[in-house]
C-alpha cells in the first residue's frame, strides 16, 4: 500500500501546483499534484513528468489513466469506484484515497485501494 504525506513512512518529493507556470519551480524528478485540468494533464504527458491527479469523476479518472499520470487521487467512495475499475482495466496509475490521518489506513485498506495521501500536501 502506497501512504504519501505520513510522518513515520518515507515518501517521494510532491508539489501541488495551481498554474501551470509553477511546474517550472518544481525540484526534478519530483511528483507534481493538481486538480484535474486538462492543459496540466496535457503538458505534463507531452513532457513525461510524474503526476497525480485530483479526480472528481470516473470520466475524469479515464483520462487520466490514458495520458499517465502516475497517481489518481480521489475522495471517498469514488475511489472504490475507480479501484474496481483500475483492476479490471489494468491502469498503470495507482489509485490514492485522500485521508486526513493515519486513524482511516485501515478503512483505505479492506477497500483495497492502492493507497492513501494526506490532504495537507493537497494545497
Request: glycine share 4%; with cysteine; net charge negative.
Amino acid at each position: 500500500m502506497i501512504i504519501l504525506g505520513d510522518a513515520l513512512v518515507p515518501y517521494e518529493e510532491t508539489s501541488f501546483i495551481n498554474k501551470l507556470e509553477n511546474i517550472t519551480n518544481t525540484k526534478a524528478n519530483s511528483t507534481i499534484l493538481f486538480d484535474f485540468n486538462e492543459n496540466y494533464l496535457k503538458y505534463s504527458y507531452e513532457n513525461n513528468l510524474f503526476t497525480g491527479v485530483i479526480v472528481h469523476t470516473l470520466k475524469e479518472a479515464l483520462y487520466a489513466n490514458a495520458l499517465h499520470a502516475k497517481y489518481i487521487i480521489c475522495n471517498k467512495p469514488l475511489d472504490k469506484t475507480i479501484q474496481d475499475i483500475a483492476e479490471n482495466y489494468m491502469f498503470d496509475s495507482k489509485i490514492l484515497t485522500i485521508i486526513e490521518s493515519n486513524d482511516e489506513l485501515e478503512i483505505v485498506a479492506m477497500n483495497k485501494i492502492d493507497g492513501a495521501i494526506y490532504k495537507n500536501l493537497l494545497g
